[in-house]
């Protein structure tokens, strides 16, 4: 007669939405991350990290049969020796923390298995214990079955880390059955494992119920792992208008949003910088998914603060200068060779009719591009004025007093705090700035990709990026900076200066009109599409770095693929350019027929076209590909031809 049901715990009475090894990955992944600066080199890697902690539990399984034991471990022996291996330094034990993380992990991935629910009706009347082989104590079972409300009354639970004693053996199953008073043929058990819970089971004389498995999931301990977002089910299905198929394409480009900021999310906890602050206008974006990685965490921590600083290249630059001379214009003039007087001022944000008396006293032309203004002796005459250049260095006190004054009210301006901004890119020009406005705050900067600098770096600042194949970003990102911008870019306009403590912002209708009627609906579809693969980390912990190289394959694809919806958009793009310019740049419209099937034509307009592939597909033009090739390679043969 039956007295007494056991039962296996996991994949019995609770299953996991991923596989075991996956929790363990999380846990090494935490400690990886927070730990990161503690860690030897050679184990700055989350699969040697959990290869090591699977060898640890066999030495110490192995140390427990040689002492008359079961080839068991306890969890927090194998958290102790783990970090005996793989920490520079000897510090204060972690192994509590670690089981914590580890335990509320689990409480995240875990069900109750609805095919236990009829057996535990079934044998209701019977004694009930759980038997398992597990490397968590009793205690931290029950915390498991509490928090998934397994509502029965289980007289114990025994888990082969208590006792090191297991069901493989049969040892476990003798010692339940002794302390329970229960003979082998009183006794049920209920598992799914065929050799522990079914075989051994039987080989005692205890009898039997197999649970069936049809979940396995897949796992392989090293990089490069397969990954499914599964993105596509997120996408609107029956299309009806414009704004659905750009949300579905910015479904497809969330990577591009998601890695990126994932990638500033792990600099910033691995170098502890407590909060982050994204820059406008793309950091207007790029923020919204941080705030809800931090009210959605993947790493079972607290993620860093973020902010939005509201700066430009124009609220700060000229409030950056030293004084208002040739050498500190420099750091303009390097990045744009030239400019016209008009465009300087605007650049600087400066009125220029309260100065036009000088301008004409030096018969200047304001509207005259002037190549390597440095040595033109007009500006050069403008800039000795000594009454001119007082005033102008008074503008500049001004604009940075103002400044100062606005990162007061954000208190961070007088405490000693490093700052940390991201910004899209391209070379950290606002964060030069800053770091020759606040000499002594240590500023550093993440960004998309940086491209080579052209002036000298301050010495309170670094910058780091997420695309740091310098070949990738020449050969393919250069293309696209442009349509980067524009996908991330909000409608709120820029930053032009300070008063009283507040951002004044400034936009163009037509740039605004782009955002709210077009690539707002592409930056929905990124944020929900990131959303998505935020929720499959979580159960699916990796490396940062593997999405990497899956990322820069995902940007190559746009631009050698261009999507045609995505292509409206961009060639309806109006880009503020007046840093620098002076002016906001409209792309260019669709060629005419009759431009089309002229090839010298294509050629040149190709030549001025940085995405050349973006071009070719909006105009229909892949036809004239051939054509345009053999026209270069004949008169490229004519040359030859001529000079002999």
Wanted: aromatic content about 14%; charged content about 30%.
């Amino acid at each position: 007669m039956l007295k007494m049901i056991s039962f296996d715990l996991w994949d019995t009475i609770i299953k996991r939405k991923c596989h075991p090894e996956e929790i363990k990955l999380f846990t090494i992944r935490y400690m990886f991350l927070k730990y990161n600066n503690a860690i030897k080199e050679e184990y700055k890697d989350i699969y040697k990290i959990l290869t090591l902690r699977n060898n640890i539990e066999s030495e110490i399984a192995e140390e427990n049969e040689k002492l008359g034991f079961d080839r068991e471990c306890r969890i927090l022996d194998v958290f102790d020796r783990l970090q005996n291996n793989i920490f520079k330094d000897k510090i204060d034990s972690i192994s509590q923390e670690l089981l914590k993380v580890e335990i509320n992990h689990e409480k995240d991935m875990i069900y109750i298995n609805p095919d236990i629910l009829p057996i535990f009706e079934k044998y209701k009347d019977l004694r009930k214990c759980i038997i398992s082989d597990f490397y968590m104590s009793a205690q931290s079972l029950k915390e498991l079955l509490d928090f998934v409300h397994v509502n029965i009354n289980f007289e114990k639970i025994y888990s082969s880390a208590d006792e090191l004693l297991n069901k493989r053996s049969g040892r476990l199953y003798t010692k339940v059955e002794k302390e329970l008073g229960i003979k082998p043929e009183e006794h049920i058990h209920v598992g799914d494992n065929v050799f522990s819970d079914i075989e051994m089971a039987k080989k005692l004389g205890i009898q039997t119920i197999q649970i069936e498995r049809n979940d396995v999931f897949e796992f392989s301990c090293s990089r490069n792992r397969k990954f499914n977002f599964n993105l596509d089910e997120l996408k609107i299905k029956d299309i009806t208008k414009q704004s659905d198929k750009l949300y579905n394409l910015g479904i497809e480009m969330a990577p591009f949003l998601y890695f990126f900021i994932q990638d500033i999310i792990n600099h910033a906890i691995i170098n502890k910088i407590d909060k982050v602050h994204y820059l406008t206008r793309e950091g207007e974006t790029f923020i919204k998914l941080h705030q809800y990685i931090k009210n959605n965490s993947t790493f079972g921590f607290d993620i860093p603060e973020c902010e939005i600083l509201e700066v430009s290249r124009m609220a700060t630059f000229a409030a950056s200068l030293k004084d208002f001379s040739i050498g500190e214009l420099l750091r303009l003039w390097s990045q744009y060779r030239g400019q016209s007087l008009k465009a300087l001022f605007k650049s600087l944000n400066i009125d220029m009719k309260k100065y036009q008396k000088y301008i004409d006293k030096y018969d200047i032309d304001p509207e005259k591009f002037e190549y390597e203004p440095w040595f033109n002796m007009k500006f050069q005459l403008l800039f000795q004025d000594e009454e001119f250049a007082s005033k102008m260095n008074e503008e500049i006190k001004l604009k940075k007093n103002s400044l100062i004054n606005f990162f007061e009210s954000k208190k961070i301006y007088n405490d000693n705090n490093p700052l940390f901004v991201v910004d899209i890119g391209w070379r950290g020009t606002i964060q030069d700035n800053l770091a020759h406005i606040f000499k002594n705050k240590q500023i550093d900067g993440y960004y998309y990709t940086l491209f080579d600098f052209y002036n000298v770096q301050p010495k309170n600042s670094n910058k780091f990026s997420f695309v740091k194949d310098n070949n990738f970003r020449d050969d393919v990102f250069s293309s696209l900076i442009t349509l980067f911008e524009m996908l991330f870019n909000p409608d709120t306009g820029s930053v032009v200066e300070y008063n009283n403590g507040k951002a004044i912002r400034k936009s163009k209708e037509n740039e605004v009109k782009i955002v709210t009627e077009y690539t707002s609906y592409i930056q929905k579809g990124m944020l929900e599409g990131s959303k998505k693969i935020n929720e499959y980390l979580f159960i699916h912990p990796y490396e940062m770095s593997e999405f990497y190289e899956y990322t820069l394959n995902e940007i190559k694809k746009v631009k050698t693929k261009p999507n045609i919806e995505l292509l409206n958009v961009y060639y309806r793009l109006v880009h503020n350019d007046t840093f620098g310019t002076g002016s906001y740049m409209e792309k260019s419209s669709k060629l005419r027929k009759v431009d089309k099937i002229n090839p010298i034509k294509v050629r040149n307009k190709l030549r001025e076209e940085g995405w050349k592939e973006a071009f070719l597909e909006y105009n229909n033009l892949f036809f004239m590909d051939k054509i345009i090739k053999k026209t270069i390679n004949i008169k490229y043969k004519l040359r030859k031809i001529l000079k002999k």
